[in-house]
């Protein structure tokens, strides 16, 4: 039988080198057109809209825009549209992300037990998520008219008219809550499916083990359940954080952004900007604003996943 | 390591999605248009492509197609490729495309895009065409419809179509059962006296809106102009906190108390359904309603906008120009002037708009033919006055659409326009 050093010296001497480096080689062919792709697709753009951002187009007939550095940026950190977007951005994401995460766990936790209708009542669930933002968006919008839909016609038979009129989309105290129900309503069913398919994976014989030592089942959740979904639960908070952050349709169909910034958020706004005032390079800097922040948001998540490679390593 | 850096690029990317979406993609925009200057025509013919929008399911495509086939019968020099594109993508596209350098020769402009892509550089004068020009004339256009496209005493559009906001469109029904007249509609006292008539019980008297968009904006302006208030001034400073505009502003957001709830969520487009099923006296809208309405079982009249006692209602125009693009070569821009005579020509012009002609021959042959009520029509259009032509109109529009929902929401009237005001002349 060859020994270890010796069959690891014959690879080295191949004139085909290594079958190391050769399946290296061989991944990075098949990588190519990927990475090509990324490249042309998105980073490409990326860098376009950073240089864009660093522009200005100037008054007086003339299409070329002069470089500006970080011009645009000071103009809008220092206006006041950046806090209120900040605060609306983060209120949005946070409400959202919570709202869709406990909605879809809670209803995982119920469906992950076959009952009678259950699988017919599965799909049902996942509708909202199958239907296109801006017919979601349209019914949501209907459902709060204070004329005409079914939220006001349901509050004024049980709280009479002064309630049933609630303008929940034209009040500034209330609208971003209003598209913050409605978004929570669209996008569960995404966690619930996610949670659903973690769910198959809990260790039985631990549930089974908690129950035999007399555990109730909210215990059983908090300490058995949820500790081993863990990586699955921190995945898709990361996702709809990004899903929810970058969010337009739904509040552009509802709202606008409106009434007075009330529930303008980056994407929203960077439209508006963009193509409501034909303003490019201030719509770029906003973007690249808003990509920075997304950012902040997945470091807690990188280093996480980093770390535990480092531990399996 | 490399399973590391794999899935940290893979979040990078799904980050860098967000950011790119937002980037003016170059390619969103060729399929749409031809690339003008790019494109190699056959010998001793050009091709021109002309973008349109079309705002109402009316089978204007066809229409426009006849013209176009027409124009190439006459001119067999010039090759016509039309693009009709939905409104509500239109503008999006036609930026894309303007950003992408991918711009159409001659493309239909809206009146408010005009001084902004002009000062970008976008279109070009036309000065010297119209100059030259037998047809193409001041005079034949409605003054602000022309006066729209003239941006620093230089054209840079040729009026297509207009319209003019707003009519005051009422159910005579409703009216009639409150006892009220609805000439009485034309005066501010008189709509402030109908709004308290007509409102109760589920029914509404004044179908006012605030919400975010131009509907509000040019509802807005027409109060103001009525009342003799300008949005600008003739030194092109704001003045919407002068008193006549300051007035207006109060008198508008005190009919509120008689509009459907959720004033400031509410459009045009909210208050033609209430308008529709019964529920809403009156609403404010262009001409553009009359087929609407016409095909409805609403038994409805209207008159032209309000005005306080012994003033006149003024209007504000809306309607879209023609442009040439900077990007098409000599020949095209030739091609594309010829074509510009002839579709804004009497005989044609009225055949290709969805709106009311800009031709003012036309548009009398077309009003007769196809509206109700043509004299008060024309004579609305005549008084009207176009948006200020700022190069910043859409900012300002935002401005000037804030305050009043700030005013709407409660806002002393001239503090929140003289806010708007501060923000306006820093632009």
Not at chain 1, 226 to 244: D, E, G, H, K, Q
Request: proline share 5%; charged share 15%; glycine share 8%.
């Amino acid at each position: 039988m060859r020994s270890l050093a010796q069959s690891n010296r014959r690879r080295r001497l191949s004139p085909f080198g290594s079958s190391r480096n050769r399946a290296a080689r061989a991944g990075l062919l098949f990588l190519a057109p990927a990475v090509l792709g990324v490249a042309a697709l998105v980073f490409w753009p990326l860098v376009q809209a950073v240089w864009q951002s660093m522009h200005k187009t100037p008054s007086g007939f003339s299409s070329a825009s002069e470089f500006v550095g970080f011009a645009n940026y000071i103009d809008i950190v220092s206006g006041n549209s950046f806090f209120f977007l900040i605060v609306n951005s983060f209120a949005w994401t946070l409400f959202v992300v919570v709202g869709q995460n406990v909605m879809g766990f809670l209803f995982a936790l119920a469906f992950n037990a076959r009952w009678q209708l259950s699988g017919i009542l599965r799909a049902i669930i996942i509708l909202p998520w199958v239907l296109p933002g801006v017919v979601a968006a349209v019914l949501w919008r209907f459902m709060y008219d204070p004329q005409l839909g079914l939220i006001s016609s349901v509050l004024e038979r049980l709280f009479g008219p002064e309630l049933g009129r609630s303008q929940f989309l034209a009040d500034t105290n209330t609208a971003l809550a209003a598209v913050i129900v409605a978004a929570i309503w669209k996008g569960f069913p995404f966690a619930f499916l996610i949670y659903l398919a973690g769910l198959q994976n809990v260790d039985r014989s631990q549930v089974e083990a908690a129950t035999m030592d007399g555990a109730r089942f909210p215990r059983i959740v908090l300490s058995v359940i949820i500790p081993s979904m863990r990586p699955v639960i921190a995945l898709t908070l990361l996702l709809t954080a990004i899903f929810t952050f970058n969010y337009f349709d739904m509040i552009w169909v509802m709202t606008k952004g409106g009434p007075l910034n009330s529930t303008h958020i980056f994407p929203t706004f960077i439209f508006q900007t963009g193509f409501g005032q034909f303003n490019f390079e201030m719509a770029a800097a906003y973007g690249v604003l808003a990509f920075a922040l997304l950012l902040i948001l997945l470091v807690p998540y990188l280093r996480h996943s980093l770390k535990s490679e480092r531990d399996e390593d | 390591m490399r399973t590391r850096n794999i899935r940290a690029a893979a979040l990078l990317a799904v980050g860098a999605l967000a950011l790119a979406a937002c980037t003016s993609a170059a390619s969103e925009g060729e399929d749409a248009g031809s690339g003008s200057g790019d494109t190699a025509p056959p010998a001793e013919q050009v091709t021109i492509t002309w973008w349109d929008n079309q705002q109402t399911d009316s089978g204007l495509s066809e229409y426009q197609q006849i013209a176009v086939d027409r124009f190439m019968a006459e001119n067999p020099d010039v090759v016509v490729e039309v693009e009709t594109i939905p409104y509500p993508e239109y503008q999006q596209r036609l930026q894309l495309a303007v950003q992408g350098g991918n711009s159409p020769t001659v493309a239909t402009v809206d009146q408010i895009w005009t001084a902004g892509l002009a000062a970008r550089g976008n279109i070009i004068s036309l000065d010297e065409y119209v100059a030259a020009s037998g047809s193409v004339k001041r005079d034949n256009f409605f003054a602000g419809a022309w006066d729209s496209a003239v941006v620093d005493g230089q054209a840079f559009g040729v009026p297509f179509n207009v319209d003019v906001w707003q009519f005051t469109f009422y159910n005579e029904d409703l009216l009639l059962a409150a006892d009220v007249d609805p000439q009485s509609l034309t005066t501010w006292d008189g709509l402030e006296a109908a709004g308290a008539a007509l409102t109760g019980d589920g029914q509404f008297g004044i179908g006012l809106f605030g919400h975010l968009g131009e509907d509000t904006v040019v509802v807005m302006d027409s109060f103001i102009f009525s009342n003799e208030g300008e949005v600008l001034d003739s030194a092109g400073k704001c003045a919407l906190n002068q008193p006549a505009s300051v007035e207006a502003l109060e008198y508008l957001a005190g009919l509120q108390q008689y509009a459907p709830a959720g004033v400031l969520n509410n459009s045009s487009g909210e208050m033609r359904e209430l308008f529709l099923n019964g529920s809403l006296a009156t609403e404010f809208w262009p001409a553009l309603e009359q087929p609407t309405l016409q095909d409805s079982d609403i038994n409805w009249g209207f008159v032209a906008g309000t005005a306080p006692a012994g003033k006149t209602p003024v209007g504000t125009y809306g309607g879209w120009n023609l442009s040439m693009f900077t990007d098409a070569t000599d020949a095209e821009r030739d091609a594309a002037w010829r074509f510009i005579e002839f579709i804004t020509s009497p005989e044609v012009n009225g055949d290709v708009v969805d709106l009311l002609p800009a031709n003012i021959e036309a548009a009398k042959a077309f009003v007769e033919a196809n509206r109700e009520g043509p004299e008060v029509i024309l004579e609305h259009l005549n008084n009207a006055k176009p948006r200020p032509l700022s190069e910043n109109y859409l900012e300002l529009s935002t401005i000037q659409n804030e305050m009043f929902q700030s005013i709407l929401n409660g806002t002393d009237a001239q503090s929140a326009a003289d806010t708007a005001c501060v923000a306006i002349d820093g632009l």
